[in-house]
């Protein structure tokens, strides 16, 4: 599949829209990395920590009584049973081992919710690299306790005053970070956004959870789905679940944005953004009359993003995919749906993709879906308690 072109571009979407100053970083880890991909000793070594840190593969579980509730056969992709309980380690996992054959001595990451941080800052662990973690203010205050965990985990977390004092500014920071120490930093991005090869690497690395349910759900089923669900905050679980799909027409793909509280303030930039540019790629953003990007709002702090990863805003274009938005109160409707149907307690960015399944039900009864539960709720509990006792 030739996505991306040469240039870094999906259809009209992606490229690298960076300072000069970046160009031979950026070419440098795209030639590194197109070296790598092809051989099989990475690969190898790649399979390796997936496997045996991480705890791959994951199961490929048929939710029985949410079927019978809604009138589908569901399937549910475990990504929460993962090490740190998201599929985020895969992908980190991936990028720490290049940093490693690059000869890189340290790691920065940008994150919000804080769950990104955490898995750089494990990674790095492993791998014996130094990790530096950009985090907005705001967000620090919110996700106390990932902070604690990166710490922990030997991690310096840099507070980011500027802008919103959330994901984006962390972004910004990260950038300037890389231009000033690309001779021993790697830069870790956390979803299949920024300029390219990062949409393409990150999908490559989350492409594990596509190929893994593509291969589970034949042997079970006998057929591929009908449908594939999975939430959109940058846009990796989702592509990674896709992508190994994409020449699959028959196998429908619908991904879930968060909605937020209404059409002003949410995160669901397909749904209710315009083409712009946002670190490094053209792609759909949220933003103001003006042009300048809008303040988001999710009750899931992974979703909230102003962007999204350029191969979705493709995808959407080409109509390969379909793109949905619900709101915090369908999400926590999800979440506990989920937690009383089958005993299993979905992360908040997940429920958004459980929640849909309802409105799913009412127009493809018996139809075979799989969705991506991209994360444990464990780390929401307290957000969910608040929003209950309201
Ligand atoms: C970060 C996160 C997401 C959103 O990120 P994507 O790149 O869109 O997958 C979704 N679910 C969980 C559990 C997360 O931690």
């Known amino acids: 599949m030739p996505i991306p072109d ?18 031979s970083c950026l070419s440098e880890l795209e030639v590194f990395y197109g070296k790598v991909k092809k051989e099989n000793s990475f690969k190898k070594e790649f399979q390796f920590y997936l496997k045996n840190y991480a705890g791959r593969p994951t199961l490929l579980y048929f939710a029985k009584n949410l079927s019978k509730h809604l009138g589908m056969k569901i399937y549910l992709k475990r990504e929460d049973l993962l090490h740190t309980g998201a599929h985020k380690i895969n992908n980190s996992l991936g990028q720490a081992l290049l940093a490693h054959h690059m000869g890189k001595s340290r790691i920065i990451a940008e994150t919000g919710a804080g769950q990104h941080g955490v898995s750089a800052a494990t990674v790095a ?79 490559d690395f989350q492409s594990v959870i596509g190929k893994e349910a593509r291969q589970q759900i034949l042997k079970e089923q006998n057929r591929l789905p009908d449908y594939l669900l999975a939430c ?28 937020g509280l209404n059409k002003d303030l949410n995160s669901a930039s397909i749904s209710y953004g315009d083409v712009g540019v946002l670190h490094g790629a053209k792609t759909y953003v949220l933003q103001d009359k003006f042009g300048q990007v809008k303040g988001t709002h999710s009750i899931a702090a992974g979703l909230d993003y102003p962007g999204v990863g350029p191969e979705h805003s493709f995808y959407n274009d080409l109509k390969r995919a379909a793109y949905v938005a619900v709101k915090d109160n369908e999400a926590l409707e999800g979440f506990k749906m989920l937690s009383e149907l089958e005993g299993i307690i979905p992360a908040l960015e997940s429920a958004h993709a459980i929640s849909y399944l309802k409105k799913l039900a009412k127009k493809a009864k018996g139809a075979l879906v799989i969705v991506c539960l991209s994360g444990r709720g464990d780390k929401d509990l307290e957000i969910v308690q608040e929003s209950l006792d309201k």
């Open 125 to 203: 662990r492993l791998f014996n690299l130094k990790c530096d973690v950009y985090m907005g203010e705001e967000d620090i205050r919110r996700q106390r306790m990932n902070v604690f965990r990166m710490k922990i985990l030997g991690a310096r977390v840099i507070p980011v005053k500027s802008g919103s004092k959330t994901l984006k500014d962390a972004c910004n920071e990260a950038i300037r970070d890389w231009v000033t120490n690309v001779r021993d930093t790697y830069y870790l991005i956390g979803s299949t956004f920024g300029p390219h090869p990062y949409p393409m690497i990150v999908r």
């Open 232 to 259: 959109v905050g940058g846009g990796s679980n989702s592509m990674g679940l896709f992508y190994p799909f994409f020449k699959d027409l028959k196998v429908k793909f619908i991904g879930v944005e968060a909605g």
């Open 6 to 23: 040469k240039k870094g571009y999906y259809g009209s979407f992606g490229g690298k829209f960076m300072p000069e100053t970046l160009f």
